[in-house]
């Protein structure tokens, strides 16, 4: 008998509580129960993206929301500017390029980060740039990007900046009105410990600004409909009901904990697990690692498509692999959401064991022990 214990960077593992609300009578979405939750879910993302603004709520995965940004602020020919350091990068490239806009790619080496003052420069550049997309987390490289300082950049121009926090929310610091982003979109199952089915979308004054002269077509993405509904606390079609009652569970466990304290947490997680790969002698892929997952190479000798299978079949744990050009060569341990410390001793173990048995040269336990060591010198 094995347990199956996931730490994929999404979807993530889910809390009892938040799997329980799901198994509720669904209650309909154009009552007064309904929007009792949904306004407490709202001023709860609120806190999660430390924004004034309002946060919307959609039925989709990630990429609907980063879709619906496109289609909402945006006209065919506008110039856009997409850090591509990742996967995820080239996904907002091929989403502008999808709706018509003329996308430049600021190429950043995957692993790397991009270099906010490159990122001025551009908008220098080019004063007819008129939004800069970004992630905070480039899930595919595990890399965390300099928000803050790119925030500080973009808002010195008269260009918006759009930041995909999908996996980096509740594991990385974002302070969405003091760094001053003006678009955050995020999803439901990564650090929201929520199934996926949930996208979020939050935009500042300067970006429902561009709303009003976008002429891309949408009608079910169009977020002046949910700016209408929300004044009534209700979303313009049917929502995902049950999520949205899964979610407040989960915001409530955020809240209880402090968000503060939640990404502590992560980064604790995450370091742990940087120390027992470094005892391993095995590289972390990608600067600055991440708090929300660690990319590993998987050393020469070693197939991380066996390694994978053994950890599932053996020990019911799954990891990710790496994604497009780093497939093969990476893989990738999630510390996101719904994780505590006997979480990331069993992930570690699970690992090494694995690695042991397919005859990588290691001492069983010691990397286990390096994240013994991290757990006992603090609790942060
Ligand atoms: N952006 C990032 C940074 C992600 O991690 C993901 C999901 N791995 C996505 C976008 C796409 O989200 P979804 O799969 O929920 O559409």
Wanted: neutral net charge.
């Amino acid at each position: 008998m094995v347990k199956a214990r996931i730490f994929t960077p999404g979807p993530t593992p889910l809390p009892e509580d938040v799997k329980l609300s799901q198994a509720k009578d669904i209650i309909h979405h154009r009552t007064p129960e309904f929007s009792e939750v949904f306004e407490r879910v709202c001023e709860g993302l609120k806190y999660i993206f430390q924004t004034r603004n309002d946060v919307f709520v959609f039925s989709s995965s990630g990429t609907g929301a980063m879709e619906a940004v496109v289609a909402n602020l945006f006209s065919p020919g506008d110039e856009v500017l997409v850090v591509r350091g990742g996967k995820f990068g080239e996904r907002w490239a091929e989403i502008g390029e999808a709706f018509g806009l003329k996308v430049t790619a600021m190429d950043v080496e995957w692993g790397k980060a991009p270099d906010p003052l490159k990122i001025g420069e551009e908008l220098h550049k080019n004063k007819n740039i008129r939004a800069v997309f970004t992630q905070l987390v480039e899930t595919s490289t595990g890399v965390v990007y300099d928000v803050e300082t790119i925030g500080k950049v973009v808002s010195e121009t008269s260009a918006v900046l759009v930041v995909d926090a999908i996996s980096g929310l509740g594991a990385e610091p974002l302070l969405t009105d003091s760094w001053k982003i003006d678009v955050v979109v995020a999803g439901s199952q990564k650090g929201l410990m929520l199934p996926p089915g949930l996208s979020f979308i939050c935009l500042s004054e300067k970006a429902w600004q561009l709303t009003k002269n976008s002429s891309l077509p949408r009608y079910y993405w169009d977020l002046n409909k949910a700016k209408q509904a929300f004044v009534k606390r209700q979303t313009p079609f049917t929502p995902s009901v049950s999520l949205i009652c899964a979610l407040d569970s989960s915001l409530e466990l955020i809240k209880k904990e402090g968000l503060e304290n939640v990404i502590k947490r992560h980064r604790l997680f995450a370091e742990a697990v940087r120390r027992a790969v470094s005892k391993m002698r095995l590289k972390v892929f990608g600067d600055p690692s991440s708090n929300a997952v660690t990319a590993i190479l998987v050393p020469e000798g070693i197939n991380e498509r066996t390694l994978r299978k053994k950890m599932q079949d053996e020990f019911g744990v799954i990891i990710a692999g790496g994604q497009g050009r780093l497939s093969g060569k990476i893989v990738r341990i999630a510390h996101l959401g719904w994780m505590d410390k006997l979480d990331v001793i069993g992930v570690i173990c699970a690992f090494e064991m694995s690695m042991f048995q397919l005859g990588y040269e290691l001492i069983l336990g010691e990397a286990a022990r390096a994240v013994e060591e991290v757990f006992v010198e603090r609790k942060y």
